[in-house]
């Protein structure tokens, strides 16, 4: 089973910084991580990827924005993070992280995506 849980989010002014947590936790007996990401949506737009990393540590994709979004993952403490710097209006929206795998039940293993709640960010003055 794979819990990911997000905190971070608020009311925040355009120009500051955010960093969003996702703390997550890993069955490691029957369940392997391969990517990490954070994903957005906002209201009546589809959810759009806005960074990825690889569970060795690479940056597989960062939204159109590279220089203002983030991504890391602190495997000691079971945290994956989003920093966002310079908050514009557009970047409001639930923030949600994703994990993507495999896990083994039996002889079978299955291709799996998990989802946090999210976490709601909104950039007004």
């Known amino acids: 089973q794979v819990v990911l849980v997000e905190s971070g989010g608020g009311l925040v002014q355009p120009g500051e910084s955010l960093i969003l947590s996702c703390r997550y936790s890993?069955?490691?007996?029957?369940?392997?991580?391969?990517?990490w990401g954070w994903y957005r949506q906002a209201p009546g737009t589809q959810r759009e990827v806005v960074a990825t990393?690889?569970?060795?540590?690479?940056?597989n994709r960062v939204n159109g924005s590279r220089s203002r979004f983030s991504i890391s993952r602190d495997s000691a403490k079971n945290t994956l993070y989003l920093q966002i710097n310079n908050l514009k209006p557009e970047d409001t929206a639930s923030y949600s992280c994703?994990?993507?795998?495999?896990?083994?039940?039996?002889?079978?293993?299955?291709?799996?995506?998990?989802w946090g709640q999210g976490t709601q960010v909104t950039v007004s003055s």
């Open positions: 990393i690889s569970s060795e540590g690479t940056v």
């Open positions: 890993v069955n490691t007996e029957n369940t392997r991580i391969d990517r």
């Open positions: 994703n994990a993507v795998g495999v896990r083994t039940t039996g002889w079978v293993n299955l291709d799996e995506t998990y």
